[in-house]
C-alpha cells in the first residue's frame, strides 16, 4: 500500500536578513495509512517547518512532497489549498479560532467552504464527541483553553481527512487540560481512521505514536517504535 504521505530527498531554504537559512535538508520519510507518528527535537530542529511542508503550507525548495498520492512540490498556492482541504486536517498550538464566530460556526467551517448543506448537523456532532454539546453558542474569548483545542479538533476532522496533522497541540495547556487533549485528539485518530502526525517537544507524548522521528539541524537523526506500536 502507498503512503499517504512521502517526502523525497526535500529542502526548504528559507531567506533571513543574514541570508539564506537551510531549514529542511535531505529529508526522506513515508508515512503508512492509519499509522501515529510523532517527530521529536529541540526547539530549531525543523519539526514545524516539516509540518508546514506536509501540510502544503510551506513550498519545499526541492525534492518531492507527496499526499494522497499528489505531489504538492509543483502546486501553485491555490491547488495546494485544494488537496489541503480534501486530504488534510491541521491542529495549531494557538488554536487559530474564527473569534467572531461561535464553536458549532468553527467547527463547520470545512464543511461550509465544501458546500455541505448538513454542515451545521454534522459539526454539532463531532462537538458533542469531544464533549463540548453544551457549547455550541460559545465564542472562544468564553472558552477554555482546552476547549478551545477541543474545537479545534473537532474542525480538523471534520471532513474525515487521510491525513491529521498536530503541531504541539498542547503547548498552551497545562499538563491536566493537555492530557486531556490529547486522549481526545488519539481517540477521534483511532475511530476515523486517520494518520496522524504530531509535533512535540513531549518525549512522553511521542512515545504514545506507534513511531518516532527525531530532528536536528534540519535533519531526521533517527526513527524508531513507540510504545504503541
Known amino acids: 500500500m502507498s503512503p499517504v504521505a512521502s517526502l523525497t530527498n526535500v529542502n526548504l531554504t528559507l531567506t533571513s536578513r543574514a541570508g539564506p537559512v537551510e531549514v529542511l535538508r535531505d529529508v526522506n520519510l513515508d508515512v503508512a ?12 530542529s525543523g519539526k514545524s517547518s516539516l509540518l508546514m511542508v506536509l501540510a502544503g503550507l510551506e513550498r519545499a525548495t526541492s525534492g518531492s512532497v507527496r499526499v494522497n498520492g499528489t505531489d504538492l512540490t509543483g502546486l501553485d498556492e491555490d491547488a495546494r489549498a485544494r488537496v489541503r482541504a480534501a486530504n488534510i486536517g491541521i491542529v495549531f498550538q494557538a488554536f487559530h479560532l474564527v473569534p467572531s464566530m461561535t464553536a458549532l460556526q468553527n467547527a463547520a467551517l470545512p464543511l461550509q467552504f465544501a458546500g455541505r448543506a448538513d454542515a451545521d448537523e454534522i459539526a454539532a456532532q463531532l462537538l458533542s464527541e469531544v464533549g463540548l454539546e453544551a457549547r455550541l453558542g460559545h465564542y472562544p474569548a468564553e472558552l477554555s483553553g482546552g476547549e478551545q483545542q477541543r474545537v479545534a479538533l473537532a474542525r480538523a476532522i471534520a471532513m474525515k ?13 497545562d499538563g491536566v487540560t493537555g ?3 490529547i486522549d481526545i485528539l488519539f481517540g477521534l485518530q483511532k475511530r476515523s481512521g486517520a494518520t496522524l502526525v504530531l509535533v512535540t517537544h513531549d518525549e512522553r507524548l511521542a512515545l504514545q505514536c506507534q513511531r518516532t522521528i527525531h530532528m536536528a539541524d534540519g535533519r531526521i537523526v533517527s526513527d524508531r517504535a513507540g510504545l504503541a506500536a
Open 33 to 44: 495509512s492509519g499509522q501515529s507518528l510523532a517527530i521529536a527535537g529541540p526547539s530549531g
Open 161 to 173: 481527512p487521510r491525513l491529521l496533522l498536530a503541531d504541539e497541540p498542547t503547548g498552551n495547556l
Open 179 to 181: 492530557k486531556h487533549v
